[in-house]
């Protein structure tokens, strides 16, 4: 079954999580306040101050178990779809009746739409959960979520990581590069956007393998986006930079002002009664968009090595630096094997605990309990100094133009092989 944002909202609804909002609300540092008190919960308003026709969404991604709603799984089978979903990608159908085409705007003008402005620091009203597709010369098309500062009426600058799929591209292209900003986008979209596969692999064809998914042309650029999100802004990625920041990141901490690539906006086309998308940074929406779909890439990797059961990336943990591994113990060393494999899994993961099966890994307590009763750190912990790590970390070691360093540990808090089980294992009540 297809799955737009406007299902989602549906869902959300009829479970009782959504939060509607009637009453006049500023998308001028007064949204992102009232969003930050629901975290956890989608929260719709319904007017908009100044902004007439529009609603603004955020939160829909904010609870993994709205993922495993959608998805129709649990919450401990959602790792399995997303790998499954990766390594079967599906090219979506191309339609040419698209919602996202339903008004072709006249002319451009950015400061026409919601566009939040989170703190009174921060670089300007920013675009947080627009998806950029971009074309990547000798591979395809390439889908990456990139935080957008507003400039003027037809101008963002960009934070685009490099290295990744958008920053290959624009290094590839000798003038400017197509582009298509979507903003207003159903859960898997989201999700696959959030992903790196290897290059050539079109993030919009692991979407379709999660839940169908329709394809439509750009008016003016050569390039494809889902027919069913809100509000797409056609353009093209300059070499010419701006500074862009301040703004908050993933770690909840401020990231600073850099050159960012700017966006030139061509044409805007969006639904006849258009709901822009936002999102907190760093708060649990970020995270989770950022952290699940790395599980199914740490669990491959640790799966090589030994038997993984789950991982959770952790929100403590900015869900991109810390992960749990559950693992079925079947060798003394698997614990260890399993620490240096995570972090193959997940270049930027910082810290891994290894729990046995019987750990719940989303369960910060519990993972604690584990670390209190099965692990000595003269024996079960490993750390590796000067290692490649995440550009996020404050912490770690950071010089203009390169990836940061920093030192990595591992808990192994499995139970020591060989061990009385009944000396480890928890006692537990029976509950029925
Ligand atoms: C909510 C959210 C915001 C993100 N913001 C940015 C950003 O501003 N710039 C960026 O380069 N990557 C950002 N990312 C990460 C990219 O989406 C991620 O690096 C992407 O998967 C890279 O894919 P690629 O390697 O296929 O290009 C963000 C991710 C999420 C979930």
Not at 99 to 115: F, H, S
């Amino acid at each position: 079954m297809p799955l737009s944002l406007r299902d989602s909202i549906t869902q959300a609804r009829t479970a009782g999580h959504l939060v509607e909002v009637r009453t006049p609300t500023d998308p001028h540092l007064e949204m992102a306040r009232l969003i930050y008190g629901y975290d956890g919960r989608p929260v719709l308003f319904e007017d908009v101050s100044g902004f007439p026709g529009w609603r603004v969404l955020a939160g829909l991604a904010s609870a993994r178990e709205y993922f495993a709603s959608a998805l129709d799984v649990p919450v401990e089978g959602l790792i399995h779809r997303l790998a499954a979903a990766l390594e079967n990608p599906v090219a979506p159908a191309v339609t040419t009746d698209a919602p996202c085409q339903e008004v072709v705007e006249p002319d451009v003008d950015l400061a026409c739409l919601p566009i939040l402005r989170h703190f009174p620091f921060d670089g300007g009203p920013y675009v947080t959960a627009g998806i950029a597709v971009v074309d990547v010369p000798g591979y395809g098309p390439n889908v990456s979520f990139h935080r957008l500062l507003r400039l003027n009426q037809r101008h963002f600058a960009a934070r685009v990581v490099e290295k990744r799929g958008t920053d290959t591209a624009l290094r590839k292209s000798a003038g400017d590069l197509p582009v298509a900003v979507c903003i207003g986008n159903s859960l898997p979209v989201l999700l696959s956007a959030s992903m790196s596969p290897q290059m050539g692999v079109n993030e919009l064809a692991i979407a379709n393998a999660l839940a169908p998914l329709q394809v439509v042309q750009c008016k003016t650029v050569p390039l494809y986006v889902p027919a069913d999100c809100e509000l797409v802004l056609e353009g093209r990625l300059t070499h010419t930079t701006a500074p862009e920041g301040p703004f908050v990141d993933l770690t909840e901490t401020m990231d600073f002002v850099r050159p960012g690539p700017v966006i030139e906006i061509d044409c805007i086309t969006h639904r006849r009664d258009p709901i822009y998308q936002a999102l907190l940074p760093g708060q649990l929406e970020h995270k989770l968009l950022m952290g699940m779909p790395k599980e199914p890439t740490i669990y491959a990797a640790v799966n090589q090595a030994c038997r993984c059961t789950n991982v959770a990336i952790t929100p403590g943990g900015a869900s991109w630096l810390h992960a749990v591994v559950q693992i079925q113990k079947q060798g003394p060393d698997d614990g260890r094997v399993a620490i240096e494999a995570a972090f193959r899994g997940h270049g930027s993961l910082k810290h891994v605990v290894v729990v046995d099966t019987d750990v719940n890994p989303y369960d910060p307590a519990e993972v604690e309990w584990a670390i209190a009763t099965r692990f000595q750190a003269d024996r079960d912990l490993v750390v590796l100094a000067d290692q490649p790590g995440s550009s996020l970390d404050p912490s770690g070691h950071h010089e203009p133009g390169k990836k940061g360093r920093t030192a990595k540990m591992g808990l192994d808090a499995t139970m020591p092989w060989g061990a009385d089980r009944t000396a480890f294992e928890k006692v537990r009540y029976a509950t029925d």
